[in-house]
């Protein structure tokens, strides 16, 4: 098992006001963010996304987890997995807070998010308090996720985070909770900096020969540029984080 730092666990609007600023909870175990999505490339949104869960809900650290072969991207390349990781690593070098687990990459097959967090629990075993990262926007399209109900039962905690453009109110999530009702306990809806960035916008960027700095970090611009990655983007590419 690949990490990026050996000396870390093996693995690499409306809104709802009783649950903006989420309660601590009483564990024993570690606590332990878990970030999915394509990082192709990672950006500032994502770092800021994950310190604003790490602060508010008392985490150890935040797990970025790159999916190997994303299910709801297969209309579109993505770059290749050693280049994601690496850009990831970069993006997150100078911050302990931050880890990379490579789970998904080393799993054949669509990365769903049910299997890894099984995976994840074996690995860290149940003294780990597990605490899913998602964007506002993918908790609204939770119910077309592959087994839901074992997403959220294998979660300790779900952290949904809004996102520019998208709007959290209560009967959206009274909603959900309708169709899942074990989220009722383990939603907790965290506010933060909204930062319109997404990776769609770097890559046309990057293309158009445009400036990516200040959107992803220097490290992660010095890569995309010695790589030469995103310099034929499709133009018809659907949008992501």
Request: glycine share 8%.
């Amino acid at each position: 098992m690949n990490q990026s730092n050996s000396s870390r666990p093996a693995t690499r609007g409306g809104r709802r006001t009783r649950r903006s600023v989420p309660q601590k909870r009483v564990h024993a175990g570690p606590r332990y963010g878990i970030l999915g999505g394509t990082f192709d490339p990672p950006h500032l949104g994502h770092l800021v996304v994950a310190q604003e869960v790490y602060v508010r809900m008392g985490l150890d650290r935040v797990w970025f987890v790159p999916a190997g072969q994303p299910p709801h991207k297969a209309q579109r390349s993505i770059s290749p997995a050693a280049d994601r990781l690496a850009m990831l690593e970069r993006a997150i070098a100078a911050d302990d807070r931050f880890a990379v687990s490579t789970v998904e990459m080393e799993r054949p097959g669509p990365s769903y998010t049910v299997d890894t967090l099984r995976e994840l629990r074996a690995l860290w075993g149940n003294d780990a308090w597990m605490v899913l990262i998602l964007g506002w926007d993918m908790l609204e399209y939770l119910p077309k996720w592959r087994d839901a109900e074992h997403v959220i039962a294998g979660a300790d905690q779900i952290a949904a985070v809004y996102r520019p453009g998208f709007v959290a109110d209560d009967g959206d999530v009274a909603r959900l909770e309708e169709q899942f009702p074990e989220l009722r306990a383990k939603l907790a809806l965290v506010p933060g900096p909204q930062l319109a960035i997404s990776g769609t916008e770097i890559r046309a960027r990057v293309a158009q020969l445009l400036p990516v700095r200040y959107l992803t970090p220097d490290a992660v611009a010095s890569y995309i540029e010695m790589q030469s990655l995103y310099r034929a983007v499709r133009q018809t590419e659907g949008a992501d984080s």
